[in-house]
């Protein structure tokens, strides 16, 4: 926690977000398991879900136009705006959260983009909350993962992996 505070007024606290020291590199075992799925998807999609169990990610915030006012030439001027995750909405109309590995990646697809990082299942939670099928990594490349169905429901719940070769299986804690 960050704390601060001139003598004799109260100390404010800010949660460390817990990625102190975060350079917005891909952590390299993330990074290892994407070029293994670049050189093989099917063999190595569950060492990615693997790794993204533990791993952090960026989730992009744009900002959306709130309220216009239009001006006695009749331009318009932003009055407001809010910050909003991005949602992607694929051919077939499912929508999808976008999460990125690193920095690189996220400027890769938009520059403006503002990352937060957060865990993986964190964001994952985030797509099933807000109704999307699926979640989206590294959109813009240089290796795109998809997760969804059972993957995406697993990594929100935090459930463990068990992996033998190229099978994995989702395994939910007992109840307590």
Same mark, same amino acid.
């Given at each position: 926690?960050?704390?601060?505070?001139?003598?004799?007024?109260?100390s404010r606290r800010i949660p460390d977000p817990g990625f102190a020291g975060d350079t917005g590199a891909?952590?390299?075992?993330?990074? =290892?398991?994407?070029?293994?799925?670049?050189? /093989?998807?099917r063999g190595s999609y569950v060492r990615v879900l693997d790794e993204l169990r533990s791993a952090r990610v960026l989730v992009p915030v744009v900002a959306v136009l709130g309220e216009v006012e239009h001006d006695e030439a009749g331009l318009v001027h932003d009055?407001?705006? /809010?910050? %909003? %995750?991005v949602l992607l909405q694929g051919n077939d109309g499912r929508l999808a959260l976008l999460a990125f590995t690193g920095t690189e990646s996220l400027a890769a697809w938009n520059?403006?983009?503002r990352p937060v990082p957060v865990p993986a299942q964190v %964001?994952?939670?985030?797509?099933?909350? /807000?109704?999307?099928?699926? #979640? *989206?990594? /590294?959109? =813009?490349?240089?290796?795109? *993962?998809?997760?969804?169905?059972?993957? #995406?429901?697993? #990594?929100?719940?935090?459930?463990?992996? =068990?992996? *033998?070769?190229e099978r994995a299986a989702w395994i939910r804690p007992e109840p307590e």
């Open positions: 926690m960050i704390e601060s505070g001139a003598e004799g007024e109260p891909v952590p390299s075992g993330l990074a =290892a398991a994407l070029a293994a799925y670049a050189a /093989d998807p009055k407001t705006s /809010d910050m %909003a %995750a520059s403006e983009a %964001a994952a939670q985030s797509a099933l909350q /807000d109704g999307a099928a699926a #979640l *989206v990594v /590294d959109v =813009a490349g240089p290796v795109t *993962v998809v997760v969804e169905g059972p993957d #995406l429901s697993g #990594l929100a719940s935090g459930w463990r992996l =068990a992996v *033998v070769g």
